[in-house]
């Protein structure tokens, strides 16, 4: 099943209903979009000599260019490779070099970043600025016919980082993205072609992903025109396109339930608020749901089943009465209708209720594997299920509350931070010996990036100066908010450092709470 399909259906079916909106405006209709997506398909197939299976990365902000770029890929039979647009030059080069990427399409904001990799990316033949000229000659092409992709064929390359500081490419199939769109209709929430998604979380992770169900059923999709989230403007947006629901951060469910314009539409306009990705106080929580009502279900996935192993659904938030509930609130909820979901032991024993242990998972919409990396892939995928890393259990009811989640991952705004890659750039200071680190619960980010540093040397060097040796190498985002300067970090008998106690010290401190413990 080609996801392209889907368009190309609506075109038929609803030719002259909005299918793309920037902001308030419409973009496309659906027979604008499936116009596009057939030309720009063609385009990258003749322009540029792509075959079926080449790679091509998205690099751009939330805009309809990226819809129909996406779309395009796929219509052509091409392999879709979002990029994070927040990364560094650096990790972008990583990721399309690893990717083997042939075409880059992005927007002006990150063209200079794109543009000096043609040439020093091997596989990197061109960059398309979208809008720009090129674009429009994309546009102009003649269509392409829709290409057949078979369940099993790569269409999705989602770049989620490993423990060892190199991101990974779980390998989406068509089927892994059938199946993830199918489970949203099963378990969160039905489409109808008089709904709307909104984007203002990024495409290139877990909105684009929820944003499958909602094209497959003719729903619009709205990109913000701030490319963010604005209470104002999407307050306005909700009034503009009822029936709009979203995926977000618990951080931007917080913010916006705290928005006065947002919380005086909210009940007549909103349908649902999908969140995920990081973990959700109650106290903030049980304020969202005064604001916006029973509209919000929890998701718990991974890039290498795309969001899809537990959910906590709509219902169970509104069911107060259940002398759980609030245990329940704290819980990610109970496995997909797709998907098996076991706590095992280190030997893979799946273990009772109670017990905590590593989730493992199988299903359909588990990934084909990480993209060149067979050593990866076995390790993950042993015994025909997906190791998640997550530590975790269930109660007799069978909701599953995680313990701590992805090795020493770290969550912060949404996004997601390993401590690898900033320890990594953190060591190539010259006053710097050691590194580990670590998050810290944050009210506004969820978590906020903290540094344990020892000095090589007996000044410890300033906090400004790790600040530009990171902003060279990594993601503003990633890099440390602060920085706590230590004679020696904690290790075991193997010399490994004991992030555990770390995290200790910090949850030790007036004030820190860590939800589920």
């Not at 199918?182 to 909105?207: C, K, M, N, R």
């Not at 963010?228 to 947006?237: H, K, Q, T, W, Y």
């Not at 006065?260 to 929580?285: E, F, N, Q, S, W």
Request: hydrophobic share 45%.
């Amino acid at each position: 099943m080609n996801p392209a399909s889907w368009v190309e259906r609506n075109a038929r079916q609803r030719p002259d209903r909005p299918a793309l909106a920037e902001g308030e405006q419409v973009h496309s209709t659906w027979a604008g979009w499936a116009a596009t997506v057939a030309a720009v398909a063609g385009g990258l197939r003749t322009g540029f000599g792509l075959a079926p299976g080449d790679r091509v990365a998205i690099v751009m902000r939330n805009r309809p260019e990226y819809l129909e770029t996406l779309f395009a890929v796929w219509h052509a039979g091409l392999v879709a490779v979002p990029v994070n647009a927040r990364l560094h030059r650096e990790e972008l080069a990583y990721i399309l070099g690893h990717s083997a990427a042939a075409v880059v399409l992005t927007d002006e904001e990150h063209a200079d970043d794109v543009r000096s990799l043609v040439g020093e990316v091997a596989s990197l033949r061109a960059a398309v600025v979208a809008p720009g000229e090129a674009w429009t000659r994309l546009v102009a092409a003649p269509a392409a016919p829709l290409a057949t992709l078979r369940p099993l064929d790569p269409a999705w390359l989602f770049y989620t980082s490993g423990t060892t500081g190199r991101p990974k490419g779980a390998t989406l199939t068509a089927r892994n993205l059938l199946m993830a769109s199918l489970s949203y209709f099963a378990d969160i929430d039905p489409v109808s072609a008089q709904d709307a998604v909104l984007h203002a979380a990024p495409l290139s992770h877990g909105s684009g992903l929820y944003g499958l169900p909602h094209v497959a059923r003719g729903a619009v999709s709205v990109v913000p025109r701030s490319g963010g989230v604005d209470g104002a403007e999407i307050a306005a947006l909700l009034q503009r396109w009822p029936g709009t629901s979203f995926f977000a951060a618990p951080t931007m469910v917080k913010r916006l339930a705290g928005d006065a314009a947002v919380a005086a539409v909210a009940r007549d306009h909103l349908k649902t608020i999908i969140y995920g990705g990081a973990p959700m106080y109650l106290a903030d929580l049980e304020d969202a749901l005064e604001v916006f009502g029973p509209r919000l279900a929890q998701i718990y996935g991974q890039g290498e089943t795309p969001m899809t192993i537990t959910a906590l659904s709509k219902a169970d938030h509104a069911d107060r009465d259940d002398p759980r509930w609030r245990a329940r609130m704290q819980s990610v909820g109970t496995p997909r209708t797709d998907v098996e979901v076991r706590v095992v032991d280190d030997e893979d024993r799946e273990l009772p209720a109670g017990e905590p242990g590593e989730i493992v998972v199988r299903g359909d919409v588990v990934m084909a594997g990480y993209w060149d990396d067979p050593a990866a892939t076995a390790e993950t995928l042993r015994g025909g299920w997906l190791h998640t890393g997550d530590v975790g259990s269930f109660d007799a009811d069978g909701y599953l509350t995680l313990r701590d989640r992805s090795k020493d991952l770290i969550i912060s705004g949404g996004m997601n931070i390993y401590p690898r890659e900033v320890e990594e750039a953190l060591l190539t200071h010259p006053g710097v010996r050691a590194a580990a680190v670590v998050g810290r619960p944050d009210p506004e980010w969820g978590e906020a990036v903290v540094a344990f540093v020892v000095a090589d040397g007996e000044a410890a060097p300033p906090p400004a100066d790790l600040d530009r040796t990171c902003l060279d190498r990594i993601a503003r985002y990633k890099r440390p908010k602060e920085y706590r300067f230590v004679d020696a970090l904690p290790t075991n008998n193997y010399g490994k450092v004991v992030k555990r106690e770390l995290r200790q010290r910090l949850r030790d401190e007036p004030g820190s709470a860590f939800l589920n413990g």
